[in-house]
């Protein structure tokens, strides 16, 4: 999505809870100081609704919003602990099927000193919508407990081919595919050969493989020799938050939920309950995402002038808060909002490299196996699996 229009542009912008609604508006506040042409719809969403007495979380108002917008900034959400609610994350992705989360992982200029691997500069793109997720989970007899990890043909072909069209459309040079192949000859076996279908199709790109505990080894010796990793749900969970921990930590990362009609754009920090309402906290990352986001929607003028603001209001360091200050001694959040803000009048806003293009959907799988659909089938079809399967055991045995 992108646009030349000086027309404002309608983004849907879900607050969050505990530090959300004050990192929200301190990004909101930098972005129209930008000059952006954003236009602003705050939607309800998490804690707030869950008390609400709405057990989805997520009302048919916001949905039709996002829907609406096509684009959306997210601050971080709560799901209430000890209840049965579902998470508004998960019903988010799968309500818009944001098929793809896309974590950048690359150091900010001026904080070169809080990473242990400042060269680091690669997208980890991880499937979003099954695998353990689906969250089917049994307790059976005598204390044994079972979840299901579950990875569809059809989805895990449209994240492969995804990940190949990221790269391409950020001019990176690889992609490499993690699984656990050695052991999960089928699930992860079957995504090792579906990446390899697929990145014989794209010549222009080298492709290679590793296996998730050998790439972990890797990431935290010589990160520098990834460029785009393409994983599973739960692999990918990880492995992102190892990578955030490279280049800074959860408080400066931001991540894009990606899908065919719907892009989310977000923290990939929590809420942060012990500081809420406090003015303390760092807005950094849910910036990033909002950095991201102008650049998808072609507002590259002000994701370029906020982008530099922030290098120059990091590296000069006087106007940091608490998690990234030297002495730990920081400055407010409303603060550090008013310098990035100041700082944008001795920046350029002209040329640059955008940090984010949208890949072209002409080559990502159109099908695909929405999370409830599959997680119905696998309700209805696992007795009679695990009654074959059983008595394949009792034959061979």
Known sequence: ????????????????????????????????????????????????????????????????????????????????????????????????????????????????????????????????????YLGLEYGLDRGVSVALKANSQTNTRRICQAAFAVAQAL????????????????????????FDEEAARWKGIEADRILVDAAACRLVTRPESFDVIVTSNLYGDILSDLTAGLVGGLGVCASINLGREVALFEAVHGTAPDIAGRNLANPTALLRAAVLLLDHVGRFAAARRIERALALVLREGSALTSDLAANGAGVSTSDFTRTVIAAMSRVSAEGGTPQWRAPSFDAIEGRSWPSGELRDFLRGALPTAMKQAAGQAARAG
Do not use: Q, Y
């Open 171 to 194: 001019g990176r040079r690889r992609v490499t595919g993690i699984s656990k192949s050695n052991i999960l000859k089928v699930t992860d076996g079957g995504f090792d050969r579906i």
């Open 1 to 132: 999505m992108t646009s030349n229009s000086t027309d404002a542009i309608p983004v849907a912008l879900l607050p969050g809870d505990g530090i959300g609604p004050e990192i929200s508006a301190a990004v909101t506040e930098i972005v129209d100081a930008a000059g952006a042409g954003i236009e602003w719809i705050p939607c309800a969403a998490g804690e707030r609704v869950f008390r609400g007495g709405d057990p989805t979380g997520l009302p048919a108002a916001t949905i039709d919003t996002i829907r609406r917008c096509g684009v959306a900034l997210k601050a971080p959400l709560a799901t209430p602990l000890g209840g049965g609610e579902r998470s508004a994350n998960v019903r988010l992705r799968e309500t818009f099927e944001t098929f793809a989360a896309i974590r950048p992982a690359a150091v900010l200029p001026g904080l070169e000193g809080h990473a242990r691997f400042p060269g680091v500069d690669l997208v980890l793109i991880r499937e979003n919508l099954e695998d353990l």
